[in-house]
């Protein structure tokens, strides 16, 4: 109860401090920069990941929680002394931050929860939990757009960095434990590696990595259209805060609706192969009216922009997950490896190097590629559903 507790108030905290840092970072450096930043993010939170998965083993996981916490409050109370002092310079690493921080407590109340509870357990409590961490972005995003009404950026982060130690003190208070690392069962015995583990089901998990690549270009050059747009037609920093925190309470809000009620529905009534292929022609075509007949409208880019990533918080991630119940236990665990801990950022690593050069930043060209990356995911997943069915044949004989 206590680990649910500190995922939701970890997850409270971070629409504050996303929308301040992001709010902030587009008002100083422009929407042209944030590439620049992302780069510098998935670089930093990959090396963050590395030392933290070493040291988990030595230290117990409250106080690895409780350090995270803490260097946080400070570092983000340093960000803000520094652009109090007219250092314009201390946007960027509030913003790569606040990327980082959110992920490290996460992972860690995670592992936590599935080391200290069966899967029965685990089948009964993951929904609730994902409920109550949308909830929790709901209310975040609510809360930063009524404190700009009264408040500056540093008092919103402020506030956001005190609900971050708030976390750390309830999840401090759970049994301690040590995340112990799995041992070989013999000497002669080679740790699986990932791609040693995925065996003969090689071709299924490259192209679900490429389906999520994909997926990845597409949000994020959503992200930087977004991003530009918004840049130009909201004027000062308190009101790119407050309508960043409008723009997360409507994402997190239709992600816990059709988490809620549609999900279900579609899992129980269509097959999951025909739900795969709907997400990118919805994708296409709310990009047309957002992104193309009202392109240079504020609110149907946000609207896109919402729907995107709100279906990929919650419809899209649940597709995903099935597509690896076909794998066995050995093999998931490479297949989930190259997924979550690789694909993912490779890909806004990639996407984000690309949108660094100025001609790919050109409107006409983004558009370009986030169409064309549309008009390439079926045929990933046509691909994808082809290996997937050779798979079946192959455990049928």
């Not at 957002?290 to 419809?315: Q, R």
């Not at 590629?369 to 390439?376: D, Q, R, V, Y």
């Amino acid at each position: 109860m206590l680990t649910s507790f500190a995922l939701f108030v970890v997850l409270l905290s971070y629409p504050i401090t996303r929308s301040v840092s992001e709010a902030y970072f587009i008002q100083q450096f422009g929407a042209q920069k944030s590439p620049l930043v992302w780069l510098y993010s998935v670089a930093l939170l990959s090396l963050a990941v590395i030392i933290y998965n070493h040291y988990q083993s030595r230290f117990q996981a409250q106080k690895l929680f409780l350090f995270t916490a803490l260097f946080t409050f400070a570092f983000f109370l340093l960000c803000s002394g520094g652009i109090l002092f007219g250092q314009k310079l201390w946007g960027y690493p509030l913003f790569i931050w606040k990327e980082v921080y959110v992920i490290l407590l996460l992972h860690m109340a995670f592992g936590y929860l599935n080391t200290m509870i069966d899967v029965k357990v685990a089948k009964i409590l993951y929904g609730p939990i994902g409920a109550l961490m949308a909830s929790a972005g709901i209310v975040g995003g609510a809360l930063t757009s009524w404190l700009t009404s009264f408040c500056s950026i540093h008092h919103i982060l402020l506030v956001g960095n005190l609900i971050v130690l708030s976390s750390a003190a309830l999840f401090y208070r759970t049994t301690p434990i040590y995340f112990e690392k799995k041992k070989a069962e013999s000497n002669e015995s080679k740790p699986d590696t990932p791609l040693r583990a995925i065996g003969d089901a090689k071709k299924y998990v490259y192209y679900i990595t490429l389906i999520i690549a994909i997926s990845q270009f597409v949000i994020n050059l959503a992200q930087f259209k977004f991003n530009v747009l918004f840049a130009q037609i909201l004027p000062d920093v308190n009101l790119k805060t407050a309508y960043l925190g409008k723009i997360y309470f409507y994402m997190n809000s239709m992600g816990l609706l059709t988490q809620l009620i549609l999900t279900p529905v579609l899992l129980k009534c269509v097959s999951n192969r025909n739900i795969h292929y709907v997400i990118p022609f919805l994708y296409l075509g709310i990009s047309i009216f957002g992104f193309g007949i009202g392109g240079n409208l504020l609110v149907p880019v946000a609207t896109a922009f919402i729907v995107i990533k709100g279906v990929d918080y919650s419809l899209f991630s649940t597709v995903k997950e099935i597509l690896y119940f076909i794998l066995d236990n050995r093999q998931k665990y490479g297949a989930k490896y190259l997924v979550d801990m690789v694909s993912y950022r490779a890909a806004k690593g990639v996407i984000s190097v690309i949108l660094l050069f100025k001609v790919c930043q050109s409107p006409w060209v983004v558009n370009f590629m986030l169409f064309a990356f549309l008009g390439l995911w079926p045929v990933a997943l046509f691909l994808l559903f082809r290996e997937e069915q050779k798979i079946i044949e192959r455990k049928k004989r």
